[in-house]
């Protein structure tokens, strides 16, 4: 490399999963070629569903039209802005200005990121959630920003021990992560959880970043954090049509917040792109607009993989929540999860995420995605029961 790259990317490395697929690329290559079967990918959450099928017909039809080719607006289209802003009114019971208080995304993993450069100069401080999704972590350190972990723990629900957050040295904290239903434990949210976490950030003057792309997923009542009284002051909100709608692969999300938080977000964002294909936004309207018989069809499978990720976490003998919410399965393990990973998949040739990517926390579990189809998730089981009966 002809020169050095820059210090704020000694703090970071390549994503696990990226690292991780490569690895069982590799494998696979061996497997083929002495016969075997692939190994069964247990581990990254993108839904194997098919979108609602008038977001694909809107995507056709609208892709067949010539001027809808050319750059669009930052700011997303009128039509997308206001089918977000009736979303969030009819499900969550949020109010929000179309105009002002949402700006649609490149998928809300993007937002992570822009939301780091917009509000945080180095030396800052974040408190991220431990377990919890590392992009946290990792945006906030090419932020040159200073993480502050707070924990998680199972025995209070994988929620925030308030006690424990007051006790700390907040000076210098201008960010909190929060993410409910959690990723990776599946705990949910309540309102008595977002009305402690705005009276926090309204009291220490901290901006709550809720991330709630899985509040569809085997949850019955979706909730946003902007529902409670007071949020607007010190809270945005993160949201997506990945999980909920199968549409991973679009790039399709948004954040909520007051229009000043906004405001500056975009001052971000329309430096890094030029805009969303308008095929997809007219797409993601359709979506948006889909009743409560999607929801019902699309959480009817995942409580079917459900059992069937319990079954092989039974197997191996992990603990776990069997009404846990989220597209995934937290589970428990009697020693390092990293070793009951390793050991599945060197040897029956089965994927599923050890815990500790997500933080010190996570150590001793290991997790399962639901986005396989249960005919892949019974092989799975078949292959693990042959190894760990051969013990």
Same mark, same amino acid.
């Given at each position: 490399?002809?020169?050095? %790259?820059? &210090? ?6 390549? /994503?696990?999963?990226?690292?991780? $697929? ?11 070629? #002495? ?38 607006? /930052?700011?997303? =289209?009128?039509?997308?802005?206001? %089918? ?30 822009? =939301? ?8 800052? *401080? ?15 350190? $090419?932020?040159?920003?200073? =993480?502050?972990? /707070? ?42 959880? /977002? ?7 309204? #009291?220490?003057?901290?901006?709550? +970043? ?12 979706? $909730?946003?954090?902007?529902? #409670?009284?007071?949020?607007?002051? +010190?809270?945005?909100? $993160?949201?997506?049509?990945? *999980? ?19 405001? &500056? ?15 997809? &936004?007219?797409?993601?309207? &359709? ?17 079917? #993989? ?64 639901? +986005? ?5 998730? *019974?092989? %799975? ?11």
């Amino acid at each position: 490399m002809i020169i050095k %790259a820059a &210090q704020r990317t000694e703090n970071v490395s390549e /994503y696990y999963f990226s690292r991780k $697929l490569k690895e069982i690329a590799a494998m696979n290559a061996g497997r083929t070629s #002495r016969g075997e079967e692939p190994v069964i990918n247990l581990g990254i959450g993108s839904p194997d569903g098919m979108p609602p099928l008038e977001a694909v017909e809107a995507l056709r039809e609208s892709a067949s039209e010539p001027g809808n080719h050319a750059y669009q607006s /930052y700011v997303g =289209i009128p039509e997308l802005r206001e %089918a977000f802003a009736r979303w969030y009114s009819r499900w969550y019971g949020v109010e929000l200005d179309p105009a002002k208080e949402i700006q649609p995304l490149v998928g809300s993993k993007e937002a992570i990121l822009l =939301i780091s450069l917009a509000f945080l100069d180095k030396g800052d *401080k974040v408190l991220v959630p431990d377990p919890g999704y590392p992009t946290y972590s990792s945006a906030s350190r $090419l932020a040159e920003a200073e =993480i502050i972990p /707070y924990d998680l723990k199972e025995d209070n629900g994988w929620w925030p021990d308030f006690d424990a957050l007051e006790s700390m040295d907040l000076t210098g904290v201008k960010i909190m992560w929060t993410n409910y239903p959690n990723m990776p434990t599946g705990a949910a949210a309540s309102e008595e959880l /977002y009305d402690r976490l705005v009276d926090f950030g309204r #009291r220490h003057r901290i901006m709550i +970043c809720n991330d709630n792309p899985y509040s569809f997923i085997l949850n019955d009542r979706p $909730l946003s954090i902007l529902s #409670r009284p007071g949020a607007k002051e +010190c809270c945005l909100e $993160l949201n997506s049509l990945s *999980k909920a709608h199968n549409m991973a692969g679009w790039r399709i999300g948004m954040v909520a917040a007051e229009p000043d938080v906004i405001a &500056q977000i975009l001052k971000v964002k329309s430096q890094m792109d030029s805009g969303m294909f308008k095929p997809l &936004q007219m797409a993601a309207v &359709q979506a948006l607009a889909q009743g409560p018989e999607w929801f019902e069809s699309l959480n009817a499978e995942y409580r079917r #993989r459900r059992v069937l990720a319990g079954e092989i976490f039974d197997l191996i003998g992990a603990e776990y929540d069997r009404n846990s919410a989220g597209m995934f399965l937290w589970g428990k393990v009697g020693g390092r999860g990293a070793d009951v990973s390793d050991k599945l998949l060197y040897e029956a040739g089965v994927f599923i995420t050890p815990g500790f990517i997500f933080g010190k926390n996570g150590e001793n579990y290991i997790r399962i995605s639901l +986005c396989a189809k249960p005919e892949v998730l *019974k092989k %799975a089981a078949e292959r693990i029961e042959a190894v760990l009966g051969g013990k």
